[in-house]
């Protein structure tokens, strides 16, 4: 194990609330009597449904299947019947396609996965765990979503030296990969290896926060027979678990701009893909269900749980011991990245790894900027968010671009920080918008 002093660069240190949810255990959510399965869950282009209303179907069955390259498959996370194919609430804040399913809960103890043999799983090739991780539909679940066959498949000449495993977990209040390595160390090393087999990297590391000291002890346990295999503690500091971030702090090595991280023979991998990749690898499970932080306030019991794709906020939050109130607001993700939900109907998905009761704030008033830069010294991009939101309401395209806006993580450092209350990543956001759809006109 070694610990680094490794900075990267901006970045903050806000009072991170995971004791709210910071647990061993790990609870369960009932999925109540309809489950929600959006057709978008990754990056790239939405599934098709090949299911209709009135099928029948059984826990893991493909509903949707990939409509382009960059696409991933959708399983049905309950046995039942599918009620419906509509536009249903998306935690992205707008209606999309989903397949609404009824569960039959005596039809789900029908299936079940069963292990394969060691000896099974040695004998596959880095070609057929790509394929097992396809057939699994996982996509990113530390938030970005990326279908993770084709980023196990990187191009011809692209070589990849090193696997990182993403256990940060910067964002505050959330706790739910914390949790998974509380509880399954062992299986997430075993998916680690899966995928460094996949890629052939030649270096496996796992890197955590020093705010984990129980998650750190059962890690030096899981690996003390895995030398191979480094464990790297960083110091807190957000927003160190974005990827470009992360190679910062183990590797010294900079994500050039526009690039991505195999352009410095790195490859980061979030610790719940992980373990979903263990899943498929040792179970031929698909990625159904989830490990989810419901923490916050006026909460009666938060805690870490894992929750079947598709089930609606409401179900959580009831069974989490939550009363509605108007002035509490709902927010998939952390307080620095994560989206408010208005519509209780909003499921769970594939990279919903946290869910947040906050008190309604008043929204800070809004000053001139001042000139003081703090933007600047904390964005851990280099960029220039102040000049950025002036180019942006100038409809200053061209200057836009000069500012790399596409860089961007947005992970609102430079909005916590603003003394003068100006909501910089949403300035961000939309510039990012306007530049797509300007690119968008001129193809
Ligand atoms: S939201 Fe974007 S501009 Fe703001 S600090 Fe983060 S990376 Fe920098
Ligand atoms: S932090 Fe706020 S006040 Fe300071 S330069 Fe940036 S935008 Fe202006």
Redesign the pocket.
């Known amino acids: 194990m070694l610990f680094i002093k490794s900075k990267f660069r901006g970045g903050v240190h806000p009072k991170d609330f995971k004791d709210i949810s910071r647990d061993e255990k790990l609870l369960s959510i009932d999925p109540g009597d309809e489950v929600i399965i959006p057709l978008v869950q990754h990056i790239g282009a939405p599934a098709a449904p090949n299911v209709k209303k009135g099928d029948k179907i059984v826990r893991g069955d493909i509903i949707g299947t990939p409509s382009g390259f960059i696409s991933s498959l959708i399983h049905s996370s309950v046995a039942g019947t599918v009620k419906d194919i509509d536009l249903r609430p998306h935690p992205l804040g707008k209606n999309m396609m989903s397949v609404i399913v009824s569960p039959d809960t005596q039809a789900e103890e029908r299936s079940s996965y069963k292990p394969k043999p060691q000896q099974q799983v040695d004998a596959l090739s880095s070609k057929d765990i790509v394929s097992l991780v396809q057939k699994a539909g996982i996509a990113g679940m530390g938030g970005a979503s990326f279908p993770t066959h084709v980023k196990l498949s990187p191009p011809k000449g692209k070589i990849i030296e090193t696997l990182i495993i993403n256990s940060a977990e910067c964002e505050p209040y959330l706790t739910a990969d914390e949790t998974l390595v509380r509880n399954h160390a062992g299986e997430i090393i075993k998916g680690a290896k899966a995928i460094q087999k996949a890629i052939g990297a030649k270096r496996l590391i796992i890197a955590i926060e020093d705010n984990k000291p129980e998650a750190i002890s059962v890690l030096r346990k899981a690996l003390f027979e895995e030398g191979a295999i480094e464990l790297i503690v960083l110091p807190t500091r957000y927003p160190q678990g974005g990827e470009k971030q992360l190679i910062q702090a183990v590797l010294y090595k900079e994500v050039p701009s526009g690039g991505l991280p195999m352009d410095v023979q790195a490859l980061v991998q979030n610790t719940a893909t992980a373990f979903a990749v263990y899943e498929a690898v040792y179970y031929d499970k698909p990625l159904i269900e989830r490990v989810v932080t419901v923490t916050g306030h006026n909460l009666k019991q938060p805690g870490n749980y894992r929750i079947k794709i598709g089930t609606k906020l409401r179900d959580v939050l009831s069974q989490a011991g939550y009363e509605e109130n108007p002035s509490s607001l709902a927010v998939m993700g952390g307080p620095m990245m994560g989206l408010p939900v208005i519509d209780m109907d909003t499921p769970v998905i594939k990279s919903t790894s946290g869910i947040l009761i906050i008190d309604k704030v008043r929204l800070k008033k809004e000053f001139p900027?001042?000139?003081?830069?703090?933007?600047?010294e904390h964005c851990p991009m280099g960029l220039s968010?102040?000049e950025i939101?002036s180019s942006f309401n100038r409809k200053d395209m061209d200057g836009l671009n000069d500012l790399h806006v596409t860089d961007c993580i947005e992970c609102g450092c430079?909005s916590y920080?603003?003394?003068?209350g100006?909501p910089?990543v949403q300035y961000l956001k939309l510039s990012k918008w306007e530049l797509r759809k300007n690119a968008q006109k001129k193809s």
């Open positions: 900027c001042i000139r003081c830069g703090r933007c600047i968010p102040t939101a430079c920080v603003c003394p003068a100006i910089l």
